[in-house]
T-cell receptor
């Protein structure tokens, strides 16, 4: 089944404790992206990647890191999480940077 | 001012009725336009792309007005299953990979 998977789906952590949210797609898509969704603000793009080893900042990259060492995986790293990074996070992939397929989301609470 | 703006609603629509709503964008150089559907904070799913000449997919019709910088979505013969939040998505310029989302318009179809 073609899909985008994210892990974990739910995470409660404390300020400053490094965490990684994984994203994997099995559709051989070159494009992948991370978003956060907050009430009233819609989805905001954090980082995106056009291909392996190619990443670019979206609109809200501060406090996040990404890597794209292989086509299928695009992890999101929070080196020192803060409460303002509490959000719903979505990973997406696309064959052409047009139509995007989203993962199920990761709900993160930073205390 | 937000780059992509939508009326948050809710638009309460009787089953079988027609509902229409718009999305305005601020960047006149925007290139591509999409409508996504999102159910209860689940992952967004592509509803349709929006083409310059307008396009229709079953009960859904999308229009683009470049002069006034808005796109629209019309839903005919509304079904209960159309209840969702509809997200407007714009690529801001000829720069593959960046996407800007509106905060969404909530539609509630009532029996």
């Amino acid at each position: 089944e073609a899909q985008v998977t994210q892990n974990p789906r739910y995470l409660i952590t404390v300020t400053g404790k490094k965490l990684t949210v994984t994203c994997s797609q099995n559709m051989n898509h070159e494009y992948m992206s991370w978003y956060r969704q907050d009430p009233g603000l819609g989805l905001r793009q954090i980082y995106y990647s056009m291909n392996v080893e190619v990443t670019d900042k979206g609109d809200v990259p501060e406090g996040y890191k990404v890597s794209r060492k292989e086509k299928r995986n695009f992890p999101l790293i929070l080196e020192s999480p803060s409460p303002n990074q509490t959000s719903l996070y979505f990973c997406a992939s696309s064959p052409s940077a047009e139509t995007q397929y989203f993962g199920p989301g990761t709900r993160l609470l930073v205390l | 001012r937000k780059e992509v703006e939508q009326d948050p609603g809710p638009f309460n629509v009787p089953e079988g009725a027609t509902v229409a709503f718009n999305c305005t964008y601020s960047n006149s150089a925007s290139q591509s336009f999409f409508w996504y559907r999102q159910d209860c904070r689940k992952e967004p799913k592509l509803l349709m792309s929006v083409y310059s000449s307008g396009n229709e997919d079953g009960r859904f019709t999308a229009q683009l007005n470049r002069a006034s910088q808005y796109i629209s979505l019309l839903i005919r013969d509304s079904k209960l299953s159309d209840s969702a939040t509809y997200l407007c998505v714009v690529t801001p310029r000829v720069s593959w990979g960046k996407f800007q989302f509106g905060a969404g318009t909530q539609v509630v179809v009532t029996p």
